[in-house]
């Protein structure tokens, strides 16, 4: 710097000029240098101010971990900390709300606001903070007014400072990917702007992003960032009941609060609506809310304006949210990708093993663990990005409905939203497993997540078969392992019109569709439509494969077990053996469809009164079954529960009452205590201890079955009119 060559003022003791000479009558001018003073020295004397854009929210509702957790962290020297989180759960309210805390609590504190969203928006915020230091050279063009403000913040002697980075969701905001020159032999390397945000040891860092990357990458590292959620009940409540003008419109307010998900920024813009239409309440709204898709998005795009906002952002819940997918989808497609599909799940307990699937199916290179590779950086930006969250058992994610929702608009919009309703529907197809025993936890993670499919119109022909597919294995579950028989009904009916309409009568899936209505028809005593069914089932199998093909024989000992509980015993018995002779042949002794028909032989026989023989046959199908399956097996406990029953018709009731508490204690433990198998083996207990005269255990038995038949089945069903005969005849007795 150019020193000073002007001197003016009294020369004192104080001043000592070394051998100076100067001839008669001229004169010395002498330079008692020193520079003139620097823009700290100008500036230092600013009284220390707040650029916080916004006033104190009257309404602001305290979350006091978070900002216990914000203190906490920037106590430190040149202290950094991130809060992340989804657009519109209340980051930059907090981040406010921090900031007027510092100015409140130490006056002499410097709080810059600094909206970081773009290079522009960081730039401007820089020149407003030389502005208001009056930083000399600021308006010089050839000056970097950045550096003149980071100089700034890194003079130690100005005092302390507190900066807010606000929406800083793009990394390459701060730190600029290189750009190759034309001829692609070198790269420019543009100054980042993260060199322009010091760590000097009187300022801290607080930063708001909707990226845990970005954050982690600006704040230091992934331990100073802090995940913001959704409120809880009491803060959603206290918000709603704030930004509310009138208390008349709080009815039905919790409600509401939950189909919100709890966000603070779709309670602010419900609160906003409820009191511009005033003479709605709460539940008016969320009758509003639930009408249809349509009306939904409507009431969440809607922008009611928020003076606590930035001005770029939007007010609108679907538009905040928006903005995240369009990044996602420009950053890193496959996650978009991703992110699509999973809005077709039910948004809670979305099972990472079927999404990790899909990515190995669609993968084009063929190779499993880049495919594994790609999957887990698709789940990793989602989770960065709070769209979706790793909840304690780490193979489930699962998502805000209003994400979901926000998603399928999205998708409606700006993509193709039938092509992934479509995707999802064939992945289901492809992983709904059979109702088998060894798949019932799989069914039932999937169960949740098909719940759309039958609450909605059939799909057109091409997908028809794969949405019956579903609807049929997802009954025929809820059936075996829950005894839930009406709803089983309604969905087997479901894929039986479909599929009637779209594929014909005669079609296999459409026999397939009849067969299933009909076993759930029977399993609630409606035997009439259940045989004529059947039969149907039967005709077509038989007309479309053959008589001794596999399929037309499992319809076939299908009938059999129909007419069986209609006592038409002949027809059932010719039936089974039918069954049983060609199974025998082509699948051997031991095979688990071998010694189902066994067991439906035996059956028949037993009503017959041919005891002997289905004694033999019962046991000989229990063996095999312990054998095959093992002895808690539904189907075991099964044949254990059988031959008890033709023992009890024997007079032996030491090994039928053995038998029979076998079963009730194998299937309290696999079906639960309410499953209408496990009702049945406490009537069959009840009913082999009356016999042998033990009246008031059997009582107390029959009365839990006629209680449980009564809830799960209705007190018309055949089993529970039986019950109540049960229990009317121990009580004769």
């Given amino acids: 710097m150019q020193r000073s060559r002007e001197f003016t003022g009294a020369v004192s003791g104080r001043n000592v000029v070394a051998g100076p000479y100067c001839g008669p009558g001229g004169t010395m001018n002498f330079n008692f240098g020193g520079y003139p003073p620097t823009?700290?020295?100008?500036?230092?004397?600013r009284k220390p101010f707040s650029t916080v854009p916004f006033a104190p929210d009257p309404d602001f509702v305290d979350r006091p971990e978070i900002l216990a957790w914000i203190r906490d962290k920037c106590a430190g020297q040149g202290a950094r900390a991130a809060l992340v989180g989804l657009g519109g759960v209340g980051k930059s309210q907090i981040a406010i709300q921090y900031s007027h805390e510092v100015?409140?609590?130490?006056?002499?504190?410097?709080?810059?606001?600094?909206?970081?969203?773009?290079?522009?928006?960081?730039?401007?915020?820089?020149?407003?903070?030389?502005?208001?230091?009056?930083?000399?050279?600021?308006?010089?063009?050839?000056?970097?007014?950045?550096?003149?403000?980071?100089?700034?913040?890194?003079?130690?002697?100005?005092?302390?400072?507190?900066?807010?980075?606000?929406?800083v969701d793009d990394i390459e905001v701060f730190y600029p990917k290189r750009t190759r020159t034309r001829d692609e032999s070198s790269t420019v390397a543009l100054a980042p702007l993260a060199v322009y945000l010091p760590q000097s040891r009187n300022g801290s860092i607080l930063i708001t992003s909707r990226s845990k990357d970005t954050a982690a990458r600006l704040a230091g590292g992934y331990r100073n960032i802090k995940e913001?959620?959704?409120?809880?009940?009491?803060?959603?409540?206290?918000?709603?009941?704030?930004?509310?003008?009138?208390?008349?419109?709080?009815?039905?307010?919790?409600?509401?609060?939950?189909?919100?998900?709890?966000?603070?920024?779709?309670?602010?813009?419900?609160?906003?609506?409820?009191?511009?239409?005033?003479?709605?309440?709460?539940?008016?709204?969320?009758?509003?809310?639930?009408?249809?898709d349509k009306k939904r998005e409507s009431l969440l795009n809607w922008d009611s304006g928020d003076l606590r906002r930035d001005e770029s952002a939007s007010n609108s819940v679907v538009l905040t949210w928006q903005m995240s997918f369009e990044r996602i989808h420009e950053q890193r497609r496959s996650a978009a990708d991703l992110l699509s599909l999973m809005s077709f799940f039910n948004p809670q307990g979305i099972p990472e093993w079927i999404l990790r699937r899909h990515s190995r199916s669609v993968a084009k290179t063929g190779d499993?663990?880049?495919?594994?590779?790609?999957?887990?950086?698709?789940?990793?930006?989602?989770?960065?990005?709070?769209?979706?969250?790793?909840?304690?058992?780490?193979?489930?994610?699962?998502?805000?409905?209003?994400?979901?929702?926000?998603t399928r608009a999205w998708l409606s919009t700006f993509s193709n939203s039938k092509q992934w309703d479509r995707e999802f529907l064939g992945l289901m197809a492809r992983e709904f497993p059979s109702a088998d025993f060894k798949n019932w936890t799989k069914c039932q993670q999937l169960l949740p997540h098909i719940e759309s499919l039958y609450n909605s119109e059939p799909p057109s022909n091409d997908l028809v078969k794969k949405w019956a597919k579903?609807?049929?294995?997802?009954?025929?579950?809820?059936?075996?392992?829950?005894?839930?028989?009406?709803?089983?009904?309604?969905?087997?009916?479901?894929?039986?019109?479909?599929?009637?309409?779209?594929?014909?009568?005669?079609?296999?899936?459409?026999?397939?569709?009849a067969n299933n209505l009909a076993l759930v028809l029977r399993s609630q005593g409606k035997y009439n439509e259940a045989e004529k069914l059947s039969r149907r089932a039967v005709e077509g199998f038989e007309k479309e494969l053959g008589e001794q093909h596999p399929h037309t024989l499992t319809r076939v000992n299908n009938l059999a077990l129909m007419l069986r509980a209609q006592r038409k015993c002949d027809e059932a018995e010719k039936l089974s053996r039918r069954a049983l002779e060609w199974r025998k042949k082509e699948l051997g002794e031991q095979h688990s469809d071998t010694l189902m028909s066994v067991s439906n032989l035996a059956g028949v026989l037993r009503y017959q009164g041919k005891y002997d023989e289905a004694e033999k046959l019962n046991r000989r199908a229990l063996e095999g079954r312990e054998k095959e399956l093992g002895g808690q097996h539904p189907s075991t406990l099964r044949s254990v529960s059988n031959l008890a029953g033709v023992l009890r018709?024997?007079?032996?009731?030491?090994?039928?009452?053995?038998?029979?508490?076998?079963?009730?204690?194998?299937?309290?433990?696999?079906?639960?205590?309410?499953?209408?198998?496990?009702?049945?083996?406490?009537?069959?207990?009840?009913?082999?201890?009356?016999?042998?005269?033990?009246?008031?255990?059997?009582e107390k038995l029959n009365r839990r079955a006629l209680e449980g038949r009564e809830k799960e089945l209705g007190v018309q069903h055949p089993p529970t009119l039986t019950s109540v005969g049960n229990l009317a005849s121990v009580l004769r007795d």
């Avoid at 009056?134 to 100089?151: F, I, M, Q, W």
């Avoid at 053995?658 to 083996?681: D, M, Y």
């Fill in 368 to 406: 499993e663990d880049e495919a594994d590779n790609v999957f887990d950086e698709d789940l990793d930006t989602l989770q960065a990005y709070s769209l979706i969250t790793a909840t304690a058992n780490r193979d489930v994610c699962e998502m805000h409905a209003l994400v979901q929702f926000c």
């Fill in 103 to 167: 100015r409140d609590a130490s006056p002499r504190t410097f709080v810059f606001w600094v909206h970081a969203s773009t290079k522009a928006r960081f730039e401007e915020a820089y020149r407003g903070i030389a502005d208001r230091l009056e930083l000399p050279e600021r308006n010089d063009p050839k000056v970097d007014v950045l550096r003149l403000v980071s100089n700034w913040l890194y003079n130690e002697t100005n005092g302390k400072w507190v900066m807010v980075l606000d929406n």
């Fill in 649 to 698: 018709d024997q007079g032996k009731y030491d090994e039928a009452e053995e038998l029979n508490r076998r079963a009730l204690e194998g299937r309290e433990k696999e079906l639960g205590v309410q499953h209408p198998h496990t009702l049945r083996s406490v009537s069959n207990l009840a009913g082999v201890l009356r016999d042998q005269g033990k009246y008031d255990k059997a």
């Fill in 39 to 45: 823009q700290d020295e100008l500036s230092r004397k």
């Fill in 470 to 513: 579903v609807l049929n294995d997802a009954a025929r579950y809820i059936q075996k392992a829950q005894g839930k028989y009406e709803e089983a009904e309604r969905m087997n009916r479901l894929a039986l019109k479909g599929c009637e309409k779209e594929l014909g009568e005669q079609h296999l899936q459409t026999l397939t569709g």
């Fill in 228 to 292: 913001v959620h959704a409120m809880d009940e009491s803060q959603a409540l206290d918000l709603f009941q704030n930004k509310l003008h009138s208390a008349s419109s709080e009815e039905g307010a919790a409600n509401l609060l939950s189909a919100l998900d709890y966000i603070p920024l779709a309670i602010t813009q419900a609160a906003a609506f409820i009191n511009r239409r005033g003479r709605i309440t709460a539940s008016g709204y969320l009758d509003e809310f639930r009408r249809n």
